[in-house]
């Protein structure tokens, strides 16, 4: 790999402060975390909202990455900060990257997680050989028209770490010790398929995105109902058909029935508010694993 390989990238949110707390003690105390060999360059995502403690400026970064706005010199602060990681570290850039770990946290009731965008073969092969590792599942986020633009898809290979649940803008130590220990086995991971010592699981459990749901809502845009208590914290878990969605403040409950197999993620996390979900739903499934995903990954990282 070149002198600045993996980019590990916290703060893409600005508010979400426990990953980049974790790479600043990392850059002050460089055995804090091992690099298992690997050149690693450290950059906060958004340095102007994590210094203000916002989520962004002007757009939200997690959202930047679109080729088209990229190129055309679209203005405003994310934007101009997404044209500049990827000069400096994208695949062309001054910089080169081959692979991304993008830590974000969550304010819902997720634990921790991984999150793919799409079926890149080198990206489920970095997923699957954490997950292999760890036991985390997988957020398989794809065909989703209003949800684009993503940080990692924009390198060759990329992967997100979500751990939670932790308010916004707050420091926690349990928050902070899972971010380091999920990124230390995305290092050892690159690692070992680096060396030729990676082994794949027999399969890869993924929870694939199929849309999401806002909440019953006025014509003016207030809230007519909440989530439902009895829905509240179960995330990753199979639902009842007979769950309600939704509760009203009269007691009425309120929603579309379930469809047999939905699993309900990132129910009422805080910074999706603004962008209209209440939850994502998901399907869980087991893929088997392709011999060539490993290849691609190996083949990305040892031409890096």
Request: hydrophobic letters at 40%; one cysteine or more; proline letters at 6%.
């Amino acid at each position: 790999m070149t002198s600045s390989g993996v980019l590990v990238v916290a703060g893409t949110h600005g508010n979400e402060v426990n990953a980049p707390w974790l790479l600043q003690q990392w850059r002050a105390n460089p055995v804090l975390i091992d690099a298992a060999g690997l050149p690693v360059q450290k950059v906060i995502g958004n340095p102007e909202a994590f210094r203000r403690r916002r989520r962004y400026i002007d757009r939200d970064l997690n959202r930047c990455f679109l080729p088209d706005l990229v190129e055309c010199e679209t203005s405003g602060l994310e934007f101009q900060r997404a044209r500049e990681l990827l000069r400096l570290h994208g695949a062309d850039g001054e910089n080169p990257c081959a692979v991304v770990i993008d830590l974000h946290s969550t304010t819902a009731a997720m634990g921790n997680s991984l999150v793919v965008y799409g079926r890149r073969p080198a990206d489920l092969a970095f997923a699957a050989l954490v997950q292999g590792a760890l036991g985390l599942p997988i957020y398989l986020h794809e065909a989703d028209p209003e949800q684009t633009g993503f940080l990692v898809e924009s390198w060759p290979c990329g992967l997100v770490i979500e751990v939670g649940p932790v308010p916004q803008g707050v420091l926690n130590a349990r928050i902070v010790e899972q971010t380091r220990l999920g990124l230390q086995m995305c290092l050892r991971s690159l690692e070992h398929a680096l060396q030729g010592e990676a082994r794949l699981p027999d399969a890869l459990v993924v929870h694939r995105h199929l849309g999401s749901r806002d909440l019953p809502k006025s014509d003016n845009g207030e809230p007519q109902a909440l989530i439902h208590p009895e829905l509240q914290g179960r995330d990753w878990h199979d639902i009842d058909p007979a769950q309600a969605m939704f509760r009203a403040a009269d007691g009425s409950d309120r929603g579309e029935e379930w469809v047999a197999g939905e699993i309900p993620v990132f129910l009422n996390e805080a910074a999706y508010a603004e962008k209209s979900i209440a939850f994502s739903l998901t399907r869980r499934e087991v893929w088997p694993v392709e011999v060539t995903w490993l290849q691609a990954l190996q083949q990305l990282i040892r031409a890096a």
